[in-house]
């Protein structure tokens, strides 16, 4: 059976050749939206490391373009002041708040001339880890015991410690920025938290650094406060927030926004490629759905005259309607086999990294088989049954 | 002749008709997501609505300084100084207008707290851009000389804040983030590069006057020239004007460029992140574009290959008789890729209606906040080329095949 239908399928290989490169190309479309959309959901099921809810973020903005350096005196009237609000909870100082757009990296390496470790960086103060719920599963958070200290007190996430220090306990552990001789900087790890994706659920992981805030020793001001508020504060507080704020610095500005708000934008920005995408994919697949019908259809009327002969000599209905089915399968099959072989080519070079994982790559193959499977025995139903429903005598005579 | 190759394809049309309706529905489906990529192409670089003077008007948009070692490189957005003193003096343009980019800001009413998008612009913007005035007035340089508090709202906006005729917002009072401003315009709504916002103020209304003393910051500068033929000479009036820049920490950065652009060498130039050159990539870009279209249209294409392989088969004995006749291979190739290239055009005019909804669509839903396209000529003509070129793809293929066959197999009705 199998050999007659390899046979009949080598027989019309031309026509066979155009239909399964049509059904490899939507497969290679299906496969992309399923690696795409796990990603995604493969990303949202990972730890996230801090609570955004109930933390609102504001932007001071002195209108000096970053020339300006604030000082202690700056922090701490900010600080006192927004202490009198009843709705605040806490008050911490950072560069990067989370769900921000703007990243600050740096190239870490252990010692001068080891291998390098890309990570990203924020200026954090002694409030922050309490203020978003970071989880330190080492060491501990900055604090007065950090004052004076020789290198610069950094709290790192596991990625990074294993990244950095493989097999080895990070608690203690230095390591500098830059290459060369004098190194700019050198830290030392004197915590380490779970996790800490600051571009929100849908970024990848990454090595992230917190670096102790010592006013006057920073390269940056931390320009964003985040503010703790208690549970169920509403929008509305955020006015009276900005007439507080005014009263501490009258000529400064301040971008007052709820993380919750960030979030929400942040994973509209992140989703919306994939839903275009998507819907551009629906298309397509639809298409294709109407074209293989159409050329099965086409292909089954052609071939009546050997229906008709199959049935003369003893096929039944259902042989016909099985043939039919199952060339179909083959060919998809033929189609699946070859596009798997080029997509597999994808994660073996690590074109895309971790964004296409192993996990992630055998899920859209699945997904992508299934759908496309589906799809060519759903096209191939109807001109199936209208084939194996022609009788034999008919079929010999059709012109 | 060509009468007679219409004829014929209506009849093979009407044969089949429902080969043609899925035919047609696949090559419908193609066209709308091209022809939809295309209108909105067109509208945010052709010269139209609030940027209707664009094809004479070019920007400053990033400087891109460098240290003096060349291992550091900053893009940032110009700053207030850069544009008064080295930029408005410029000879021979119309005027310069400076315009930060839109920042989000909260407006207090009451309870109510409302995220707007503001620009602050001088007056020369309002006379560079062509926004549709709805009520009240426009923002002139006797405002920014006096630092009056004052605002323009957008029709969405003035709805929202002040429920009513846009006639309603004029004279109220909006907070702005702890400033007060008064509103004395309403503006039809626009979705362009360089109008898009919901609330316009003038720049002198800053909180502190530092603006004035830096080079960069959030600012861009749109350069409006007497014709378009001056353009050139203005792009090189600007490098020139760029070389002779000297950052206030000549040891931080040594150099300062910046380019004046169209909006599609803006656009490219951001893309394509080329920043030291005069040569925005545009070319490149626009290449890009058309390599992803003809990507896309691979296998709608090879989906209407498959197709029309079978109908030719169906036709064989036609083809036979034609043959027989003494037409020639090419003959029968001609007539049947202009029988798919009419299909295609048949199919781009349902799906240029299509487009026409898949756009009001996109315009009601507010996918695109304030987006307005109009479906032009230049649209029509777009769509046509591309289902030329779809057609063309798609029925070379089995019209070389069709041609090949042999007419004494063809007549009898055999392969």
């Known amino acids: ?399 | 002749m060509f009468r007679n190759y219409l004829l014929t394809a209506w009849k093979v049309f009407m044969r089949r008709k429902l080969f043609t309706a899925i035919n047609l529905l696949c090559i419908v489906l193609t066209l709308v997501v091209l022809m939809v990529i295309a209108s909105l192409l067109e509208t945010a670089f052709r010269p139209s609505g609030v940027e209707g003077k664009s094809e004479r008007f070019l920007q400053v948009f990033m400087v891109r300084m460098e240290s003096p070692g060349g291992n550091r490189v900053s893009n940032t957005p110009l700053g207030y100084k850069l544009i008064e003193k080295y930029l408005k003096p410029m000879p021979g343009v119309e005027r310069v207008a400076a315009v930060t980019l839109p920042s989000s800001v909260s407006v207090y009413q009451g309870p109510n707290v409302s995220e707007l998008k503001l620009r602050r612009a001088d007056a020369d913007y309002w006379k560079v851009l062509d926004f549709t005035l709805l009520a009240g007035r426009l923002p002139t340089a006797a405002d920014d000389a006096a630092g009056r508090m004052i605002a323009v709202l957008n029709a969405s906006s003035a709805r929202r804040l002040f429920p009513g005729a846009p006639k309603a917002a004029l004279g109220q009072r909006i907070d702005v983030g702890g400033q007060v401003f008064e509103v004395v315009g309403v503006v039809e709504d626009a979705m362009h590069l360089n109008a898009y916002a919901d609330i316009w103020a003038p720049i002198s209304t800053f909180a502190s006057s530092d603006y004035r003393k830096e080079l960069t910051g959030m600012f861009t500068a749109l350069v409006l020239a007497d014709s378009a033929a001056d353009l050139p000479r203005i792009r090189d009036e600007v490098a020139r004007i760029s070389r002779s820049v000297v950052h206030d920490d000549p040891k931080a950065w040594k150099t300062m460029r910046f380019w004046a652009d169209g909006k599609l060498d803006l656009f490219s130039r951001i893309l394509t992140n080329s920043g030291e050159t005069p040569d925005s990539g545009a070319g490149k870009v626009l290449a890009t574009i058309a390599v992803a279209m003809l990507l896309f249209m691979l296998l709608p294409a090879l989906n209407l290959v498959n197709l029309n392989t079978g109908r030719i088969l169906e036709r064989r004995s036609e083809i036979g008789v034609r043959k027989a006749f003494g037409a020639t291979s090419r003959q029968l190739a001609v007539q049947f890729v202009v029988e798919n290239v009419l299909l295609c055009l048949a199919g781009g005019l349902i799906a240029l209606a299509a487009t026409a909804g898949v756009l009001a669509w996109l315009e009601s839903a507010g996918l695109i906040p304030y987006l307005r396209v109009d479906l032009n000529l230049a649209v029509f003509g777009w769509g046509m080329l591309i289902a030329t070129v779809f057609g063309l793809l798609s029925g070379v293929l089995p019209a070389w095949k069709m041609s090949r066959l042999d007419p004494v197999h063809a007549l009898k009705g055999a392969v």
């Not at chain 1, 730890?47 to 700056?74: M, T, Y």
């Not at chain 1, 922050?128 to 970071?134: D, K, M, S, W």
């Open chain 1, 1 to 399: 059976m199998f050999r007659h239908l390899l046979k009949l399928t080598w027989k019309r290989k031309s026509r066979n050749l155009m239909l399964s490169l049509e059904i490899l190309l939507a497969f290679a479309i299906v496969f992309a939206v399923a690696a795409f959309g796990l990603r995604y959901l493969q990303l949202y099921r990972m730890p996230l490391g801090f609570e955004g809810a109930d933390v609102w973020s504001v932007a001071i903005q002195p209108g000096d373009n970053g020339k300006q350096r604030f000082d202690d005196a700056v922090y701490d009237s900010f600080r006192r002041g927004l202490a009198e609000l009843p709705e605040v909870g806490g008050v911490a100082f950072t560069n990067i708040e989370p769900y921000s757009m703007s990243t600050m990296s740096g190239d870490m390496r252990r010692k001068a001339g080891s291998r390098e470790v890309p990570t990203e960086l924020a200026e954090a103060d002694d409030k922050l880890a309490a203020v978003l719920g970071l989880n330190l599963v080492e060491g501990r958070w900055f604090s007065q015991l950090d004052n004076g200290s020789a290198q610069r007190p950094v709290v790192i996430n596991r990625r990074m410690a294993e990244a950095m220090f493989p097999g080895e306990r990070a608690l203690g552990q230095l390591f500098i920025e830059g290459e060369g001789a004098a190194p700019a900087q050198a830290y030392r790890v004197v915590g380490v938290v779970d996790a800490y994706r600051a571009k929100g659920e849908l970024a990848g992981p990454v090595n992230f650094a917190f670096m102790r805030l010592e006013a006057g020793k920073n390269d940056n001001d931390a320009r964003i406060m985040l503010l703790k508020v208690r549970a169920g504060t509403a929008r509305d507080f955020e006015r009276r927030l900005n007439a507080r704020l005014k009263l501490i610095r009258n000529d400064w500005s301040f971008q007052i926004a709820p993380l919750s708000s960030s979030r929400a934008s942040m994973i509209r920005t992140q989703t919306v490629p994939l839903i275009v995408i998507g819907i551009i994919a629906g298309f397509m697949l639809l298409m294709v759905a109407f074209g293989l019908f159409g050329a099965l259809w086409q292909n089954t009327t052609q071939r009546i005259p050997e229906i008709g002969l199959r049935r003369a000599i003893g096929a039944g209905a259902a042989d016909i309607y099985r043939q039919i089915v199952a060339e179909q399968f083959m060919l998809s099959s033929i189609a699946i086999v070859f596009g798997l072989a080029l997509l597999v080519q994808l994660p073996l070079t690590g074109a895309f990294g971790e964004s296409l994982n192993w996990p992630v790559f055998l899920g859209a193959a699945l997904l992508s088989m299934a759908v496309i499977y589906l799809l060519s025995l759903l096209c191939a139903v109807y001109p199936g049954w209208r084939a194996s429903r022609l009788s034999p005598t008919e079929a010999l005579h059709y012109e």
